[in-house]
């Protein structure tokens, strides 16, 4: 079963606000990882495990390298769904 | 036909006390940070690394093996004409034979103790523990001497800003021997060669000789994808020796991880769902990843400091280049 693009951004923001102590609600798909959210790279790293993880998908460590926004990623996730 | 006596050891098998030895000079982050384009604050969000310990120009890896060696025979009361053998772990000791260990024992007076060093770069010390416990049950050696010893400093390059920054010189030592009571759990190891190229030397020395324009030759990783192995592969093998000893995470009192980067020790601590209670090993802030003296490094500090005490159960796993990973639960001497 397809994740929506509106369930991945609820999961992946569940995912940052759990690494991050961010509030869920600030991490939406306009923000961009480092520059709003102050995630660093290892950080990006975490996050992006737990999403392969819960939306059962591979993300390349080049493809989560051009992440930029999350945006970004939900993007990639729910175009690399099955 | 003859039938061959097999040995026997003791039932069970223990560790019976740490020695260390740091480098003698504090290197600090704006010490190193020029030549990488790097800055303090950035090396410590993303390692945890506030100094390093680095060992003066004139010591080798042997010199620091000797002092871990003799302060742990000073702690335990052991005498070194008893140990049965000498497990060195290094990759920092540049020839290629006779091994280090022959010289150590010799130099600490275990003479005609076995000895022979292992390549096993950052889970150097958990695969010894590995091979000391076996022989101690095994009745091959009574009381064996493992020692990491690293003088990382001989083999990184200033300008590297992919693993050099982190490396610190230092050497821990334990003994293993008999126990009444089960003091070492199984191991749990392996290696995973298809990530040879994950931390590697950057060329042989038969390269060196043939171009002596390549210089010495110095480490190199790749980051990333080692940060994401150890934190997140490491977990069910950390979970996997938990299982093997009998016990449970709420079990754990110490955890001692090898001392790689903060991040993986939190990210670690997370994926094996440590309870709160535990003690855990941060040595790395001051002391920089020392590879194979890191684990009997960060236990004998938390044992001085009063922070873990005997008896506790400790959780312990090595991991590095290869690459090798071993976890054992031991009780803490
Ligand atoms: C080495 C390590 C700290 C690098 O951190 P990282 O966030 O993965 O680094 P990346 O290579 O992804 O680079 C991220 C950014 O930091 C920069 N950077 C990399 N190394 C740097 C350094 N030493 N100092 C300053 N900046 C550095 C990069 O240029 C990049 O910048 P950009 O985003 O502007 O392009 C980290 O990967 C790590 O610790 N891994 C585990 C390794 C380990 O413990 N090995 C020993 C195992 S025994």
Same mark, same amino acid.
């Given at each position: 079963m397809a994740y929506t693009e509106q369930e991945v951004l609820a999961g992946l923001a569940e995912i940052v606000a759990e690494e991050?102590?961010?509030?869920?609600?600030?991490?939406?798909?306009?923000?961009?990882?480092?520059?709003?959210?102050?995630?660093d790279s290892l950080s990006i790293m975490t996050i992006v495990t737990h999403a392969e993880d819960k939306f059962e998908v591979t993300i390349p460590d080049e493809a989560a390298k051009d992440f930029n926004t999350v945006g970004d990623a939900v993007n990639f996730i729910v175009g690399a769904q099955g | 036909m003859a039938t061959l006596k097999q040995a026997a050891g003791s039932q069970f098998s223990r560790i019976y006390g740490f020695g260390a030895y740091r480098g003698e000079n504090v290197v600090t982050n704006d010490d190193i940070a020029g030549p990488i384009d790097s800055s303090d604050e950035w090396i410590r969000q993303r390692t945890g690394i506030i100094t390093r310990r680095r060992a003066d120009a004139d010591l080798s890896v042997i010199d620091l093996a000797v002092n871990a060696a003799q302060d742990v025979l000073n702690t335990t009361g052991?005498?070194?004409?008893?140990?049965g053998a000498v497990i060195l772990s290094t990759v920092?000791?540049?020839?290629?034979?006779?091994?280090a260990a022959a010289i150590v024992a010799e130099r600490i007076g275990a003479n005609p103790a076995a000895a022979y060093d292992i390549s096993a770069a950052c889970a150097g010390y958990t695969y010894g523990i590995a091979q000391a416990d076996a022989f101690v049950r095994a009745g091959t050696a009574k009381y064996v001497l493992v020692i990491g010893a690293e003088k990382m400093s001989d083999f990184i390059? %200033?300008? =590297?800003?992919?693993?050099?920054?982190?490396l610190g010189d230092g050497a821990g030592a334990a003994i293993v021997g008999p126990s009444d009571t089960p003091g070492i759990g199984k191991t749990v190891w392996g290696a995973d060669?298809?990530?040879?190229?994950?931390?590697?030397?950057?060329?042989s020395w038969q390269e060196m000789g043939a171009?002596?324009?390549?210089g010495f030759p110095t480490l190199r990783q790749d980051g990333p994808s080692v940060f994401k192995w150890a934190s997140f592969k490491m977990g069910p093998v950390a979970l996997e020796a938990i299982d093997a000893a009998g016990?449970? %995470?709420? =079990?754990?009192d110490v955890f001692v991880p090898h001392q790689a980067n903060m991040r993986i020790i939190d990210q670690l601590i997370k994926q094996i769902k440590l309870p709160e209670h535990v003690v855990v090993g941060r040595?790395?802030?001051?002391?920089?990843n020392t590879s194979a003296a890191s684990i009997p490094l960060a236990a004998h500090r938390l044992l001085a400091e009063g922070t873990a005490k005997s008896g506790d159960v400790c959780l312990q796993i090595g991991f590095g280049a290869g690459l090798a990973y071993a976890a054992q639960v031991i009780v803490l001497p």
């Amino acid at each position: 079963m397809a994740y929506t693009e509106q369930e991945v951004l609820a999961g992946l923001a569940e995912i940052v606000a759990e690494e991050t102590g961010l509030a869920v609600e600030t991490v939406t798909a306009d923000k961009s990882f480092v520059d709003d959210l102050d995630i660093d790279s290892l950080s990006i790293m975490t996050i992006v495990t737990h999403a392969e993880d819960k939306f059962e998908v591979t993300i390349p460590d080049e493809a989560a390298k051009d992440f930029n926004t999350v945006g970004d990623a939900v993007n990639f996730i729910v175009g690399a769904q099955g | 036909m003859a039938t061959l006596k097999q040995a026997a050891g003791s039932q069970f098998s223990r560790i019976y006390g740490f020695g260390a030895y740091r480098g003698e000079n504090v290197v600090t982050n704006d010490d190193i940070a020029g030549p990488i384009d790097s800055s303090d604050e950035w090396i410590r969000q993303r390692t945890g690394i506030i100094t390093r310990r680095r060992a003066d120009a004139d010591l080798s890896v042997i010199d620091l093996a000797v002092n871990a060696a003799q302060d742990v025979l000073n702690t335990t009361g052991i005498a070194a004409s008893d140990i049965g053998a000498v497990i060195l772990s290094t990759v920092t000791y540049f020839h290629q034979t006779p091994a280090a260990a022959a010289i150590v024992a010799e130099r600490i007076g275990a003479n005609p103790a076995a000895a022979y060093d292992i390549s096993a770069a950052c889970a150097g010390y958990t695969y010894g523990i590995a091979q000391a416990d076996a022989f101690v049950r095994a009745g091959t050696a009574k009381y064996v001497l493992v020692i990491g010893a690293e003088k990382m400093s001989d083999f990184i390059d %200033p300008t =590297d800003r992919s693993i050099s920054f982190l490396l610190g010189d230092g050497a821990g030592a334990a003994i293993v021997g008999p126990s009444d009571t089960p003091g070492i759990g199984k191991t749990v190891w392996g290696a995973d060669g298809t990530k040879a190229g994950s931390i590697y030397q950057t060329h042989s020395w038969q390269e060196m000789g043939a171009n002596p324009e390549l210089g010495f030759p110095t480490l190199r990783q790749d980051g990333p994808s080692v940060f994401k192995w150890a934190s997140f592969k490491m977990g069910p093998v950390a979970l996997e020796a938990i299982d093997a000893a009998g016990l449970t %995470p709420q =079990d754990i009192d110490v955890f001692v991880p090898h001392q790689a980067n903060m991040r993986i020790i939190d990210q670690l601590i997370k994926q094996i769902k440590l309870p709160e209670h535990v003690v855990v090993g941060r040595d790395i802030a001051d002391t920089g990843n020392t590879s194979a003296a890191s684990i009997p490094l960060a236990a004998h500090r938390l044992l001085a400091e009063g922070t873990a005490k005997s008896g506790d159960v400790c959780l312990q796993i090595g991991f590095g280049a290869g690459l090798a990973y071993a976890a054992q639960v031991i009780v803490l001497p």
